[in-house]
């Protein structure tokens, strides 16, 4: 193979870094554009869906939200099919571009009050846009990040992903906290305040867009496409590969379901279900976020040490023992510090999953369809299981079952772990070193 001073074992240690940062901080950028919706939508909610019921108000900013999901195994093919054909770095750029467009969209949007159903309809509007990208955004990250890593660290290497995703999140509530304590009372805040989140997202995109133009594109990729003597269909190429499709759909189901109900959900059942004010319970999520996030490269790491399945077993076996308990203890009367530990000890064992997913879905699949098979199939279950999260929790809470999420989650959990018990330690079978070696 031609030497190219792209190469992941060519270049040298800061400018890898240089490239990893860059699409790290675009990756950052797009997940907090994208959790901002679900931070604030105790802010905003009757702004765009006046009902007089809190609770309804919230459903119908989670079917938005989640509505926002489903059109991310669109993006996932458009994206990735552009990621394997054109380049990881162009798809990225293009990604970042259609977030702007999004957060832009929100943030100048006028209220119910002023254009009546058109102002739900644009809302609507803008987060299809984001679901485009963000549905981009995952599969053709996780393979550069993948890529651009050794193989002997990857998997800290490719747990930024989630690093600056958990990051992301972690913005929106700093954001949130900010307003809430510093800048703006609680009427403004409702009144206005909660736009403001979504300009400084659409601004940070256009800083990312230019770190992305920077970027190297990967060695992989370059590689491939010198040896390509013809475009294939990629859609056949990747149905070529219906195991590892079924395998990204099985280990992603319990873990983003989880993830997601740990995350941007548990903001609203703190306040909801607990009792918690919406000051104190924005102060605990961001907590147990911070460390979360610390956690991931630290899991990655161990990854590259003792393999990738077992970390996603512990992960399954704990969640399907723990996830009960854990809630209902969240729900009857936690002080805020016991919710944080019990928060916490929730985001520890799904970091089983979350610090290694990217990878272990980029080691399933070989360069030409990496990009679309990583990310179509995971968009695919995260739009079933991860998108629906919130909306599931709160149709059951509303029924007066609410106890019939905890087991919902708990069985998703299961199910995974069956996979995990199934699959091939990925670390040990990784097609991104078997690409290197032909």
Not at 54 to 60: G, P
Not at 222 to 230: D, L, M, P, V, Y
Not at 246 to 265: K, N, S
Not at 343 to 364: D, F, H, M, Q
Request: proline share 4%; aromatic share 12%.
């Amino acid at each position: 193979m031609d030497s190219s001073p792209t190469a992941p074992a060519d270049i040298g240690t800061a400018r890898r870094l240089r490239s990893i940062f860059s699409g790290s901080v675009g990756n950052l950028v797009e997940w907090y554009d994208w959790y901002v919706y679900a931070t604030f939508s105790l802010y905003f909610a009757p702004a765009f869906f006046p009902q007089a019921d809190a609770t309804a108000q919230l459903m119908s900013s989670a079917a938005v939200f989640a509505v926002g999901f489903f059109m991310r195994p669109i993006g996932a093919l458009v994206l990735g099919y552009y990621a394997d054909r054109h380049g990881r770095k162009s798809a990225l750029v293009l990604s970042v571009l259609m977030m702007c467009g999004g957060s832009l969209m929100i943030a100048l949007t006028p209220g119910y009050a002023t254009i009546g159903v058109a102002a739900p309809a644009l809302l609507l509007v803008a987060r299809l846009l984001q679901g485009l990208s963000v549905g981009g955004e995952y599969g053709t990250s996780a393979t550069y990040l993948s890529e651009m890593a050794t193989s002997r660290h990857r998997g800290f290497w490719s747990s930024f992903q989630y690093v600056t995703l958990i990051m992301g999140q972690l913005l929106a509530l700093a954001v949130l906290i900010a307003l809430q304590h510093v800048f703006l009372t609680e009427r403004q805040l409702h009144d206005w305040g909660w736009r403001v989140p979504f300009v400084i997202g659409a601004i940070a995109a256009l800083v990312s867009l230019y770190l992305r133009r920077s970027m190297l594109e990967t060695e992989s990729f370059e590689a491939a496409q010198r040896a390509r003597t013809q475009r294939p269909d990629l859609l056949r190429e990747l149905f070529k590969h219906p195991r590892e499709i079924a395998t990204v759909v099985g280990l992603t189901m319990g873990g983003t379901l989880a993830f997601y109900t740990y995350t941007t959900y548990m903001l609203k059942f703190l306040v909801n279900t607990a009792g918690f004010a919406k000051d104190v319970a924005s102060l605990v999520s961001a907590a147990s976020l911070f460390i979360f996030m610390l956690l991931q490269p630290v899991v990655g790491a161990l990854s590259d040490r003792i393999g990738r399945r077992p970390l996603l077993i512990a992960f399954g076996v704990l969640g399907t023992l723990c996830t009960v308990p854990i809630f209902h203890l969240l729900a009857d009367g936690a002080t805020p510090f016991e919710a944080f530990a019990l928060i916490l000890i929730s985001l520890v064992i799904v970091s089983g999953y979350t610090s290694i997913n990217a990878v272990v879905k980029a080691e399933l699949f070989p360069v030409g369809v990496r990009a679309l098979g990583v990310g179509l199939p995971y968009a695919l279950a995260v739009s079933l299981f991860g998108a629906t999260a919130e909306y599931f929790a709160l149709w059951f809470k509303q029924s007066d079952n609410e106890a019939g999420f905890y087991w919902y989650v708990t069985a998703c959990i299961a199910v995974s772990l069956l996979v995990y018990l199934w699959m091939p330690d990925t670390r040990r079978t990784s097609r991104i070193d078997r690409d290197a070696r032909t």
